[in-house]
Every structure is written in structure tokens, then in C-alpha cells.
């Protein structure tokens, strides 16, 4: 399995980072995929990446939420990270309309940035969208024609916005979202209708604990160790074994991302 997105930097990973990493091979993990959410933990995953070449690569972006701090220094530092092995997209980048942490303004212009960039460089992007569709969907159909690859990460929106990511040729990220019983209901209906070879798993620890874990982690923290709950929820859905939906979300994630 190729853990799409997991933000490794995040201080809740600053003590046992080892552990975790042993945890996660031996959960059959072959790949992990360190999300750079702003210009200090874009620098930071590159970094840990650097340190285990044949198990992590990494994302170079700015998340929405830090778009008030974006600038040419950003820019700067997201294209020289992008040069770097370690570095297989840029973002995340996206707009997040639900919290707000930046003005829509600045997030816009951040995630413009991004994408513009992105084409010049010719790498996939990584990308969130959260209660920001029309938005969204405008902005990507501007640039889609430019870039290499689109993932949609921890996708759980509607079906029509599925729909409609699938018509402009983005892939699909999948998290333990869909593990929840409260809100995953209309996931884990329309999950059928992504294509296998568009469609990819994350467990965007530390966040987003699968519930289906039983019992819960002491502490609460997601790991990458635990991906195999969000697959074995998503083949249910899909009608489909464990086997093969591994085997297609990893082919698809190796040759998004271009892995080896
Ligand atoms: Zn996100």
C-alpha cells in the first residue's frame, strides 16, 4: 500500500518518528507521501524524506489555511524544493472555505500561485477542497490542461462534485473519512463510482483515526500504520477484495507520483 498523505512533520510524530515508520512497513506500507502544508513544513518534509530515500517522498505547499503568509519567498522556496528527489507534487494547495483561516482573497491567489507553478515545472498537484467547490472547480479548470496530474486529497464531497473531478481528469484521495459511521454515508455510496485506476488511499495522519478501529488508539493519533482500515472499508464499498483494490491504489499512487 502508498500512503498518499500523511503530515509526518506534525509535532505529534516529533518523538517516536522512528516507531511509526517501523510500524508502517510492517503493515505492508511500501511508500509514504509527507504532506507539506506551508513553507516551514514543506522544508521539514523534504527533509525527513531525505532520511529514509527508499521509504518517503514529500510534497513542497502552502495549505489555504496559510495563505496569509504567502509571498515570493514562498514561491522561491516551493520551486527550489520541487527540484529536490524528494519532492513528487506541489501542495497542498486548495481552498478551504469551511474554516477560514485566510481570507478567500488570499487563498486564492496562493492556490493560483501554486498551480501556475506546478505547470511550469511540470509536477503533479496535491490538492484540498473543503465547502469551496464552485470556486474550486472554477479555478482547477483554468489550469487542468497545464498540469501533469490533479489529486483531489481526502476527498468527501458530493456526488456531483465527484462527478465533476472525474470529468476534468483529477484523481481521487481516500482517507478513514469514509470509516465514519456518522458522516461517511454519502462516501461510501458514491466510492463505487471512482474508476480504480483514479483512485488512491491516505490516512492524512495524524489526523482523521479510522472508527473502525477497535479498540481506539490510546492518545487518539492516526498513523500511517493504520491505511489498511480505510482500505478494507472502501473494498467493501467497492464490491471489490482487499487484494485488488491494494493492487490498483498502488499502481495508480506509483505512477502518479512517479515512484519507483
Ligand atoms: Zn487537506
Redo the contacts with the bound molecule.
Keep these: 500500500m502508498i500512503d498518499i ?1 500523511a503530515n509526518l512533520t506534525n509535532k505529534r510524530f516529533h518523538q517516536d518518528i522512528d516507531r511509526v515508520l517501523a510500524d508502517a512497513k510492517a503493515a505492508q506500507i511500501k511508500h509514504i507521501i509527507v ?1 507539506g ?1 506551508s513553507k516551514t513544513e514543506s522544508i521539514a518534509a523534504q527533509q525527513l524524506a531525505a532520511q529514509y530515500p527508499d521509504f518517503l517522498k514529500s510534497t513542497a505547499g502552502v ?1 489555504p489555511h496559510d495563505a496569509k503568509h504567502w509571498g515570493l519567498d514562498s514561491l522561491n522556496t516551493l520551486r527550489q524544493l520541487a527540484m529536490t528527489t524528494e519532492v513528487v507534487a506541489l501542495g ?1 494547495c ?1 481552498l ?1 472555505f469551511n474554516r477560514n483561516f485566510s481570507s478567500h482573497a488570499e487563498q486564492e491567489q496562493c492556490f493560483s500561485a501554486q498551480l501556475t507553478l506546478a505547470a511550469e515545472l511540470n509536477k503533479p498537484v496535491f490538492l ?1 477542497e ?1 465547502d469551496a467547490f464552485p470556486r474550486f472547480a472554477a479555478m482547477l479548470g483554468e489550469q487542468i490542461d497545464h498540469l501533469s496530474g490533479a489529486v483531489v ?2 476527498f468527501t464531497g458530493t456526488e456531483q462534485a465527484l462527478k465533476s473531478y472525474l470529468d476534468m481528469g483529477c484523481y481521487i484521495g481516500i482517507t478513514g473519512w469514509i470509516c465514519d459511521e456518522r458522516r461517511g454515508d454519502d462516501l461510501r455510496r458514491i466510492a463505487r463510482y471512482i474508476p480504480a485506476d483514479r483512485l488512491m488511499v491516505e490516512t ?1 495522519a495524524p489526523y482523521l483515526l479510522p472508527r473502525t478501529i477497535k479498540p481506539k488508539p490510546r492518545g487518539g493519533r492516526n498513523e500511517p500504520a493504520f491505511l489498511g482500515h480505510v482500505v478494507a472499508t472502501l473494498a467493501q464499498c467497492r464490491n471489490v477484495t482487499v487484494d485488488a483494490l491494494v493492487a490498483s491504489t498502488t499502481a495508480t499512487a506509483q505512477a502518479f507520483f512517479n515512484l519507483a
Design positions: 498523505g504532506t502544508t495549505h497542498e486548495g478551504d484540498h473543503r486529497h481526502c492524512d
